[in-house]
């Protein structure tokens, strides 16, 4: 992993995936777009393609929500972190870890629109299923380990220490 000398890199890194995932939300909002209409086209792009894709309106809106939601939760991770109550180490840790959340979730999101029977709620199923249920469980973990952690040090580790 990159060592970052100072909380403005980190700000950065966070800030950078974040456009990344909204970057990704609107390709996947291309797809959002082909599902509804029946085929793929695009003016002023001459010609089309009559293809059904798969999935559902709700798959579809949600894999591409997830993408443009967790690349705000980034922007907002990177406005947070100065504020955060954590030495270089952690805030690295915790921007590290809402960076694979954000991925995590935003991917496996993805595997409900493209793939039959994969939201990924439940182990079981295709492989497909199997691999979004994994990419949730990772990132539920991670992210209940963040949380808990920032719950932690802002709400009691600094109790004696700057909350005066």
């Known amino acids: 992993m990159t060592r970052f000398a100072s909380f403005k890199q980190i700000q950065r890194l966070l800030i950078g995936h974040g456009a990344l995932l909204i970057f990704f939300a ?33 798959a579809w809106r949600m894999a591409h929500l997830e993408g443009v939601i967790n690349g705000l939760i980034l922007w907002l991770m990177a406005l947070l972190l100065p504020l955060l109550p954590f030495a270089l180490r952690g805030a690295r840790r915790i921007a590290v870890g809402m960076i694979i959340v954000g991925w995590t979730f ?4 993805l595997f409900d629109a493209l793939f039959p029977d994969s939201r990924g709620l439940a182990y079981g199923g295709p492989l497909t299923n199997q691999i979004a249920f994994f990419m949730f469980y990772v990132g539920v973990l991670i992210v209940m ?6 719950a932690w040090r802002t709400l009691v580790g600094t109790r004696n220490n700057d909350l005066a």
Request: cysteine-free.
């Open 145 to 150: 380990g963040v949380m808990a952690s920032i």
């Open 106 to 109: 935003t991917v496996a999101s």
């Open 26 to 58: 609107g390709t996947i909002g291309f797809g959002f777009l082909f599902f509804l209409n029946g085929e793929i086209s695009l003016w002023p792009i001459p010609g089309r393609l009559a293809v059904k894709l798969p999935g559902s309106i709700k």
